[in-house]
T-cell receptor, first 111, second 113 residues
Framework: NAGVTQTPKFRVLKTGQSMTLLCAQD?????MYWYRQDPGMGLRLIHY???????AKGEVPDGYNVSRLKKQNFLLGLESAAPSQTSVYFC??????????FGQGTRLTVV | GDSVTQMEGPVTLSEEAFLTINCTYT??????LFWYVQYPGEGLQLLLK?????DKGSNKGFEATYRKETTSFHLEKGSVQVSDSAVYFC????????????FGQGTRLTINP
């Protein structure tokens, strides 16, 4: 039972570099979400998807792009990383209106 | 838009004390409400949920009642343990419109022996 798997778990980037975070779920969930967690800020929604081929902006979408080409995968891209994007990133998935399952997180540092 | 407001932490209690963490929400329609818990270095786990007014969710001695009239979903536990030390998040999802899963800012709870 893999659930929700995020890769990588840790990454250090230089300012201006790009990278893609991968989220994979094996529960056939329609909904997938990307959050960032910063101290004292809780979880803030970056982008989300309600089904394969669809994406929508959350609270803090600037500087990020996403794609949902396959139902089981939700990719989060940083085209030109900035120090303000240093954070812990969490992916989650769920059925419509049901509990969400979370990945273990990706700790990203931009120097 | 939809939002969740939690009492600010951190909260520090002694073992066996009574716990309340307040949560209020603003939402269009009738959301489902959740409490999630995050232990150090881990992702979030569902603690309990309620899907309609007056529902009570419960798990591991924790309870929360969906109060539509006060738009609240306060978390309570009668006697906390050291192992309850974690960060607690209140969350909602609306079943209409945007259908986003929205979280409060989290409350860090520390229980001292």
């Amino acid at each position: 039972n893999a659930g929700v798997t995020q890769t990588p778990k840790f990454r250090v980037l230089k300012t201006g570099q790009s990278m893609t975070l991968l989220c994979a779920q094996d529960m056939n969930h329609e909904y997938m979400y990307w959050y960032r967690q910063d101290p004292g800020m809780g979880l803030r929604l970056i982008h989300y998807s309600v089904g394969e081929g669809t994406t929508a902006k959350g609270e803090v979408p600037d500087g990020y792009n996403v794609s949902r080409l396959k139902k089981q995968n939700f990719l989060l891209g940083l085209e030109s990383a900035a120090p303000s994007q240093t954070s812990v990133y969490f992916c989650a998935s769920s059925h419509h209106g049901q509990r969400a399952f979370f990945g273990q997180g990706t700790r990203l540092t931009v120097v | 838009g939809d939002s969740v407001t939690q009492m600010e932490g951190p909260v520090t209690l002694s073992e066996e004390a009574f716990l309340t963490i307040n949560c209020t929400y603003t939402a269009t329609g009738y959301p489902s409400l959740f409490w999630y818990v995050q232990y150090p270095g881990e992702g979030l786990q569902l603690l309990l949920k309620a899907t309609k007014a007056d529902d009570k969710g419960s798990n591991k001695g924790f309870e929360a009642t969906y109060r539509k009239e006060t738009t609240s979903f306060h978390l309570e536990k009668g006697s906390v343990q050291v192992s309850d030390s974690a960060v607690y998040f209140c969350a909602l999802i609306t079943l209409q419109g945007a259908q986003k899963l929205v979280f409060g800012q989290g409350t860090r709870l520390t229980i001292n022996p």
